[in-house]
């Protein structure tokens, strides 16, 4: 029997990890039927979302809330996957402003997908909404660090093979310059570097990222400092693998908030039909784990079987 | 409302490459034969007639309107041979690499094209230049103008006609009151300006005008020397009334009071296909004297030719 409270516990989610277990609990009405007295110990056992008052055990408030999100993970999850690309990416980049997704969701999706790809999403964006992404970031995100992120999706980068190489040096070189001129605070608004990341062209900024570590000794994300919007556009042009993986490492970690685990969703069925081969290796290689041996001890039920699917094994 | 005259029934793009070709032939150039071909065709014509002259030739026809054509019946005949996207792709890389704060063509392009039609110039642009037209404009601009003109130039303005007059309200009041600040190139402005659909803005300079007493670009001539000022009131006009705004561009060119000569060569190749009779509509009632007029007395020619031509004028 305790076996069994244990087992209904983890599909209930009550261990941690993501998404509910359907087919355990299914089981359990099956086996407990007619059994009221096998639920009450049950509920008894589950100190962590049942409180005994008096002679009843009452569900605890939070707990009806995380179960609430943890059912919706395999719902959020399937209708994602049913919906067109753009539409997803024009619903994630609202709800930066109208869900407080952070704003690293709008870098996440002007950087890393194709420039033909950012257009679908602000047409849809607009289809769905009645404005443009742009008026929207520009308007609803006020705060420093809104240049950077409206000439980010406002970006229509050239995409072909053609860099000029003496212009990535010289622009390796006054991105070293403006780093040491601006504050740290200030960075992010600074006019050569928010040009310079919004508008080359990514091979051209990938060139220019070496020819800074060849320059200046240091790779440029580590001047960059504690600036994490700044750190997340370079790592999003430059290596969008490791900033897929380092999302999904991060949904994993103990405490992790729920912005963090959502995007285990998202970086999931996103990057599906893309680049999953390359982040499932990046993955391997940076934390010396395989991918789907994650999900698979930390998800639970459908959308274990989903990720599992989505991921490619 | 275009002025191009394209006859009921034309030759096929064969027909019409093998003519021009016959006007290349020999010594000297046949101007009115070319003329009375490209000068009445459309621009998808225009395509056609230019790939069945590759086709046929094997090379470009702007290669042999290059060589057979000069001055400036050349350069509009060039101009207007260009599909659309083409066409503002090159006047815009011509006026960001050669980018001065009198020039207002990067404005133009931005501000009197469609969102989808600025899109297609941006597409235009990366095949022909091997970059992004921001980045060009970025790199070659500065200061309070790159704060205006890339974000103008990237714009992917929303085009359904829903407009929320609360906002228009609230935007035109940040307006006045950064304009009574003198805050000409404050980020809110600039955010309005480059962001706000176009029935937005519109509404939100109606609720300035009503609120305000004044219209706002009447506000904002306090320095008539401020380039940037002048930029401002070029965005709003274009948006507004972009025909008064290119006729006192054709105007001031026909006066060699203009900055630049080819301002009339630009906006007749690329405004008749699109409102080149309203502009002369405004020309008449502005000047008491018919834009064709203007044109006979100041141009010669072959150019006088191809521009009244592209005027609508019969031919004579």
Known sequence: MADENQSLKKAFSGHGGFGVDEATMVAMVTKWRRQPDQKSCFRRDFSDFFTTIGSIEKCEDDYLLHLKTEFSRFKNIMVLWLMHPWERDARWMHHVMHKSYPFTVIIEIACTRSSEELLGAKRAYQALFDHSVEEDVAYHIKENYSKLLVGLVSSFRYEGPQVDNEMAKWEAKALNSAIKSAGSGKLIQNEEIVRILSTRSKLHLKATFKHYKELHGKPIEEDLGANLWLQETVKCIDRPAKYFSEAINNAFKEGADKQSKIALTRVIISRADVDMEVIRETYYQQFGVKLEDMITKNTHGHYKDSLLSLVGK | ?316
Request: aromatic letters at 6%.
């Open chain 2, 1 to 316: 409302m275009a002025t191009l005259t394209v006859p009921h029934s034309i030759p096929s793009p064969q027909e019409d490459c093998e003519q021009l070709h016959k006007a290349f032939e020999g010594w000297g150039t046949n101007e009115n034969l070319i003329i009375s071909v490209l000068a009445h065709r459309n621009a998808a014509q225009r395509k056609a007639i230019r790939q069945a002259y590759q086709a046929t030739y094997g090379k470009d026809l702007l290669e042999s309107l290059l060589h057979e054509t000069h001055g400036d019946f050349e350069k509009l005949l060039l101009l207007w041979t260009l599909e659309p996207s083409e066409r503002d792709a090159i006047l815009a890389n011509e006026a960001a690499t050669k980018w001065h704060a009198a020039n207002r063509v990067l404005i133009e392009i931005a501000c009197a094209r469609s969102s989808e039609e600025l899109f297609i110039v941006r597409r235009a642009y990366h095949t022909q230049f091997k970059r992004s037209l921001e980045e060009d404009v970025a790199a070659h601009t500065k200061g309070d103008f790159r704060k205006l003109l890339v974000p103008l130039i990237s714009a992917y303005r929303y085009e359904g006609a829903e407009v929320n007059m609360h906002l228009a309200k609230s935007e035109a009041k940040l307006l006045h009151d950064k304009i009574s600040d003198k805050a000409y190139s404050d980020e809110e402005v600039i955010r309005v300006l480059t962001t706000r659909s176009k029935p937005q803005l519109l509404a939100t300079f109606n609720q300035y005008k009503n609120e305000f007493g004044n219209a706002i670009n009447k506000d904002l001539k306090s320095d008539p020397k401020d380039d940037f000022l002048a930029a401002l009131r070029a965005v709003i006009r274009l948006i507004c009334t972009p025909e008064k705004y290119l006729e006192k561009v054709v105007r001031l060119s026909l006066n060699k009071m203009g900055t630049e000569e080819t301002a009339l060569t630009r906006i007749v190749a690329t405004r008749a296909e699109v409102d080149l009779k309203l502009i002369k509509e405004v020309y008449q009632s502005r000047n008491s004297v018919p834009l064709e007029k203007a044109v006979k007395h100041d141009t010669h020619r072959h150019y006088e030719d191809l521009v009244l031509a592209l005027l609508g004028c019969e031919e004579n």
